[in-house]
């Protein structure tokens, strides 16, 4: 990790105004020195500074080192701590490496180059460790914002209903009932929306692995990093913050299925291990040196054209063709407008479940302008749709068209008749010549080079 050491403040605290002098002298041209005479002034400064490290002489008079230490620990717990003593004081430096977690004890007289070496690898010690907690907090979030989609799944989504009865549809299920009794590797391809996931789903509850947990992430959603460890796993002091062996989702789903959407989005390297898995059927958990079978059927998801990304280098061709084993595509909405009004009347139904709100059934008008948009959402879109429909309807009463949003009604609006512009423009033309001319119709023909009689013809051609 490369460190930038003039980002992060190193504080002194000295009684001495020579040592203070010299710490700025010999050290100040690269790391950032703050200094403060006493404990007490040092215990201001760290409520104004975040230092990296915190440098504090042992005898001075009234806060000793170690004391002090102990109560920087209050206000800054990540900054690295040393002591200077120029005493064998063997208690003080047990007391501080028990109070304060100290790093490093100096005495004086200290040798300059190893003093700034100590100061350097300190400042790395916490750069490292605030970018562990940056990155186990990055993971908390990812895995908060995976329960939240894992509740949300099984809350409002019917996980194995793939809803339609067009041929688009049929034909989707059709190649679910041929691939999920077998082993093999299958690629959901679909816009965002499609319903990717339950096809995934779906394959999985018909096949033989049915009983075991079914396992799902979306790689768009973590960074490199963290992902990795998710897939792979970690072992003890794997890396900074690694204070336990962890498991990976393949280990979990070991015997079962692994849901990895949006493939699309993983890095050169991931696609390298992913490649592995599927050619060695073992995995290597970040900071081990040895490997563990597994048996998990992989399925993946994207909402991109894989193999444009192939043609275009990001993404290996090698992992292209071991994950497009059996491809299936979800068709868009806008190609089964024809399933609609079956996907409308689901939402509503348990929807209104849901909220406790009874709702009657759509108008022939509300299915009408949801079959003549296009969801560039698609089913997703469409459940959002019918979400605020039922919200805004009055108890009992049906969803009517007026409760659907503006810009559908705008995009279902018909467009003008051929001709209707070039009529508007030449009614416009005539009756600002007939209004110059005062209505006389001799001087507006005149002035549109018409003769009379053809001006005639024009008015009552565009019934005027």
Not at 43 to 55: N, S
Not at 236 to 249: E, N, P, T, Y
Request: net charge negative.
């Amino acid at each position: 990790m490369e460190v930038d050491y003039r980002q992060f403040p190193v504080l002194v605290v000295d009684d001495e105004p020579d040592i203070l002098r010299s710490f700025v002298f010999n050290y100040g041209d690269e790391l950032r020195v703050v200094t403060a005479e006493s404990g007490a002034r040092g215990l201001e400064l760290l409520a104004q500074h975040d230092p990296a490290v915190i440098v504090a002489d042992q005898r001075m008079p009234g806060m000793s080192g170690t004391e002090f230490l102990e109560r920087s620990m209050q206000a800054r717990p990540e900054a690295v701590r040393i002591i200077l003593t120029g005493y064998t004081d063997v208690e003080a430096i047990i007391q501080a490496i028990n109070t304060s977690r100290l790093y490093r004890y100096v005495t004086k007289p200290w040798d300059g180059e190893e003093l700034r070496i100590t100061l350097r690898r300190a400042i790395e010690v916490f750069a490292l460790t605030r970018e562990n907690a940056r990155l186990l907090e990055e993971l908390r979030r990812a895995n908060e914002r995976l329960a939240i989609e894992n509740a949300y799944l099984r809350e409002r989504v019917d996980r194995h209903e793939i809803v339609g009865e067009s041929p688009a549809v049929r034909e989707v299920l059709g190649l679910v009932a041929k691939v999920a009794g077998s082993r093999a590797t299958v690629l959901i391809e679909g816009e965002t929306g499609t319903g990717k996931e339950l096809v995934a789903r779906a394959i999985h509850a018909a096949s033989l692995r049915r009983d075991r947990v079914f396992v799902a992430v979306n790689c768009a959603a973590l960074g490199e990093g963290v992902l990795e460890s998710e897939l792979f796993g970690h072992r003890r002091g794997a890396f900074s913050g690694a204070v336990a062996d962890r498991k990976g989702l393949f280990e979990i789903a070991d015997g079962s299925t692994l849901f990895l959407d949006e493939i699309s989005e993983t890095s050169p390297a991931l696609q390298a291990k992913l490649l592995r898995v599927l050619q060695e059927g073992e995995v290597r958990p970040v900071g081990d040196s040895t490997t563990r079978a597994v048996d998990v059927r992989m399925i993946t998801a994207t909402n991109r054209r894989l193999d444009e990304e192939v043609r275009s280098g990001r993404f290996r061709e090698d992992l292209y063709y071991r994950l497009r084993v059996f491809p299936i595509r979800m068709p868009p909405l806008r190609e089964r407008a024809e399933d609609v009004p079956l996907l409308a009347r689901h939402f509503v139904g348990r929807l209104a479940a849901q909220l406790g709100k009874p709702v009657g059934d759509l108008t022939s008008g509300a299915i009408e302008l949801l079959q003549s948009y296009a969801f560039p959402g698609n089913v997703r879109e469409l459940a959002n749709e019918l979400e605020r429909a039922v919200l805004l309807a009055e108890p009992g009463a049906p969803i009517a068209e007026d409760l659907l949003s503006d810009h559908i009604h705008t995009a279902a609006a018909p467009p003008p008749p051929p001709g209707a512009l070039q009529a508007a423009a030449e009614r416009a033309e005539v009756e600002a010549a007939l209004g110059r001319s005062g209505g006389n119709r001799t001087r507006a023909a005149e002035e549109l080079g018409l003769t009379y009689r053809g001006l005639i013809k024009r008015m009552r051609r565009l019934g005027m």
